[in-house]
């Protein structure tokens, strides 16, 4: 999932100037999020924002643009924190993340 910050294409899936992107990781393709399609996002101009949700546990790490280009992460991992992204002006809480989940 992304957020598009300008529509270019046609496909609703698919952004060419992502701001946040969302990955839901899944331990077939996890070690792939993580590593090589990690670093690819981290070379998009537009991104600002890239989250990493994982699907077997309550956890989410948030990568954030800085100022000096690089990334900083930041580690979620109770329901009852709230990912501010001012970057979009929205907020996403764990609890409704995961609200239908065993995890």
């Known amino acids: ?3 598009i910050g300008s529509p270019e294409s046609d496909d609703p899936r698919y952004a060419r100037n992502p701001v946040v992107v969302i990955e839901v ?8 999020d993580q590593t090589e399609k990690r670093q690819g996002y981290f070379h998009l101009p537009s991104l600002k ?7 077997e546990s309550c956890h989410v790490v948030v990568h954030r643009r800085q ?3 690089g990334f900083r ?11 501010e992204l001012p970057e979009i002006e ?5 609890a409704d ?3 239908d989940t065993a995890v």
């Open 90 to 94: 929205a907020s996403l809480a764990l």
């Open 25 to 32: 990781l899944s331990e077939s393709i996890r070690r792939i």
């Open 73 to 83: 992460s930041e580690d979620y991992q109770d329901r009852s924190q709230v990912i």
């Open 1 to 3: 999932m992304s957020v």
């Open 49 to 55: 924002v890239l989250l990493l949700v994982d699907s």
């Open 97 to 99: 993340l995961y609200e």
């Open 67 to 69: 100022p000096d280009e």
